[in-house]
């Protein structure tokens, strides 16, 4: 089955500078690559997504990078703020036996301020 | 907009015991899931639901864990009998279909605690 690997897992950055958390998926039929925000006492929520045919996408302070090649994508935050303080999970798509996430174990993000 | 509602909030139980947990999806959503989330860990599907039909147990411990969704909308999640392995945080989620790239829609989760 998919397999994610996400690092690191516990990131500490200053507020205003940027944050990057980078996963790995072993199955190349892999299309979907979502990452969800979770904080404290609350469930996951989608954050930004992208899929297999676009290398990049944006939005506003955040963005997703993708390398299909490489078979890793990336989290980048820029000018972080302290409600970026939370656990982030990346998952990756899979197919066999029906579609489903597999999701990695997450990267707890601390802003100092 | 409402969001996935699940109780109860907390669960502290012995082991052998029984529990059960229940969720109300987002009106409208087709698909319901059920992860379970260790503490350190990423959510892992347990159980998928399509309106009231099981598209996917293959992750879910037969043996002492079961799920209905009856009429398509609420779902309920037991254990029978608990193992302390089993505490974790139980997620309830909701999407409007099958296809993967349906954003999924989380519920805040019931905290198990078996000693």
């Known amino acids: 089955g998919e397999n994610v690997e996400q690092h690191p897992s516990t990131l500490s950055v200053q507020e205003g500078d940027s944050a990057v958390i980078k996963c790995t998926y072993s199955d190349s039929a892999s299309n979907y690559f979502p990452w969800y925000k979770q904080e404290l006492g609350k469930g996951p929520q989608l954050i930004i997504d992208?899929?297999?045919?676009?290398g990049e996408k944006k939005d506003q302070r955040i963005a997703v990078t993708l390398n299909k090649t490489a078979k890793h994508f990336s989290l980048h935050i820029t000018e972080t703020q302290p409600e970026d303080s939370a656990v982030y999970f990346c998952?990756?798509?899979?197919?066999?036996?029906?579609?489903?996430?597999?999701f990695g174990k997450g990267t707890h993000l601390i802003i100092q301020p | 907009e409402a969001g996935v509602a699940q109780s109860p909030r907390y669960k502290i139980i012995e082991k052998r015991q029984s529990v059960a947990f229940w969720c109300n999806p987002i009106?409208?959503?087709?698909?319901l899931y059920w992860y379970q989330q260790i503490l350190g860990q990423g959510p892992k599907l347990l159980i998928q639901?399509?309106?009231?039909?099981?598209?996917?147990d293959s992750q879910l411990p037969k043996d002492r864990f079961s799920a209905e969704r009856l009429k398509g909308v609420d779902s309920t999640l037991k254990i029978q009998p608990a193992k302390l392995e089993d505490s974790a945080v139980y997620l309830c989620?909701?999407?409007?279909?099958?296809?993967?790239?349906?954003?999924?829609?989380f519920g805040p989760g019931t905290r198990l605690t078996v000693l």
């Open positions: 989620a909701s999407s409007l279909g099958l296809a993967v790239y349906n954003e999924q829609f």
């Open positions: 009106s409208g959503h087709a698909t």
């Open positions: 992208i899929r297999s045919n676009v």
């Open positions: 998952a990756a798509s899979f197919s066999i036996p029906r579609d489903g996430l597999t």
């Open positions: 639901f399509q309106n009231n039909g099981v598209v996917d």
